[in-house]
């Protein structure tokens, strides 16, 4: 099996490509394509209920469920080698669009979910956005489905020491 083409397949059903899948932690992204058989015990196995059939049929997260416990059911369900439980489970981070609110009204619904306590508001003139503490975040996205304009999602890599919006 080779890998979806996601900008061709975009082309032809008149549509923009989108953003690249985000796959169940741990997964072995090198030939997730190839080896994943798509039977769906993953998503069947998730106990938060965000992995679903993307793209192709392949198991996708989706953050607007709800975030990763990073319990570890989908690699334990997947009788393929699809998963490397000896490295990071992904390293995303959270990114916080312009239609954040909480500069107009008091939110700090994504703050409110992060057990990590990852994300901080701190006081500024003129209100206040949310600060990212990159080295504090599991990734988990928790953060996604809480907020109330959709303005979270994930999709940035982590680096050490980094602390950002």
């Known amino acids: ?16 490509a989108r953003r ?8 072995r992204l090198d030939a997730f394509t190839d080896l994943c058989t798509r039977c769906g015990r993953c998503a069947a196995a998730c106990p938060e209920g965000i992995l679903a059939a993307g793209d192709g049929g392949f198991p996708e997260v989706d ?3 709800g975030g990763c416990t990073f319990c570890g059911a989908c690699a334990d369900a997947c009788p393929q080698p ?5 490295a990071a489970p992904w390293r995303l ?3 916080i669009g312009a ?6 009204v008091v939110c700090r619904s994504c703050a409110d979910a992060c057990a990590e306590r990852a994300l901080a508001f701190p006081r500024r003139a003129g209100g206040s956005a949310p600060v990212l503490d990159a080295s504090a975040c599991t990734g988990c996205g928790a953060c996604v489905a809480v907020c109330p304009v959709g303005a979270v999602a994930m999709g940035g890599v982590a680096m050490a020491g980094e602390a950002r919006a």
């Not at 699809?82 to 000896?86: G, I, M, S």
């Not at 239609?99 to 107009?104: D, F, L, M, Q, S």
């Open 99 to 104: 239609g954040c609110i909480a500069a107009g």
């Open 82 to 86: 699809l998963f490397d439980r000896a």
């Open 93 to 95: 981070l959270p990114r």
């Open 63 to 65: 953050f607007r469920n």
């Open 20 to 27: 690249p899948a985000v796959r169940p932690p741990w997964a």
């Open 1 to 16: 099996m080779t890998a979806v083409e996601t900008t061709r397949r975009a082309f032809l059903r008149g549509g923009t």
